[in-house]
């Protein structure tokens, strides 16, 4: 005779109960990294000394490639290129060529008012000046 034991010969229930709650939480944790992004974007972490930086080398970018002293939408009203910063690596406003931001540093932020210290490298000339830079509406402008 043959005994039969308990349990021995059935197959064992597993629960789908703890894959589901996994898979829930899973795409509970993708929705709210999404929520995030679309809620807080990038701009909104930008720095206003990271806005300074990005004027600089807007300006500096659009000064190399252009002929037009300043160039539209990157300097404040008035300014005078002579006086720039760079007015002695390019040696007048005629020139036009590669303009490299080699170093940003210091940057000092008083309500729409700004500064910083700019180190540029024009045909191998190295300089080193503290920039001035004015806000209008949402940009930074170079001033000097």
Do not use: H
């Amino acid at each position: 005779m043959s005994e039969q034991q308990p349990g021995g010969d059935e197959p064992e229930v597993r629960s789908i109960v703890p894959f589901v709650a996994a898979g829930v939480v899973a795409v509970l944790v993708l929705v709210g990294i999404v929520l995030a992004g679309v809620l807080s974007p990038a701009e909104k972490n930008v720095t206003e000394a990271d806005k300074l930086a990005a004027a600089v080398r807007n300006y500096a970018d659009a000064r190399g490639r252009s002929d037009l002293v300043p160039p539209p939408g990157t300097a404040c009203p008035g300014f005078d290129e002579a006086a720039s910063p760079l007015a002695e690596q390019l040696g007048g406003p005629e020139t036009s060529t590669d303009i490299e931001v080699a170093e940003l540093a210091n940057p000092v932020v008083d309500g729409a008012r700004g500064r910083i210290t700019v180190t540029t490298r024009v045909d191998g000339r190295t300089a080193t000046a503290t920039w001035n830079l004015a806000k209008e509406g949402d940009r930074w402008l170079v001033c000097g």
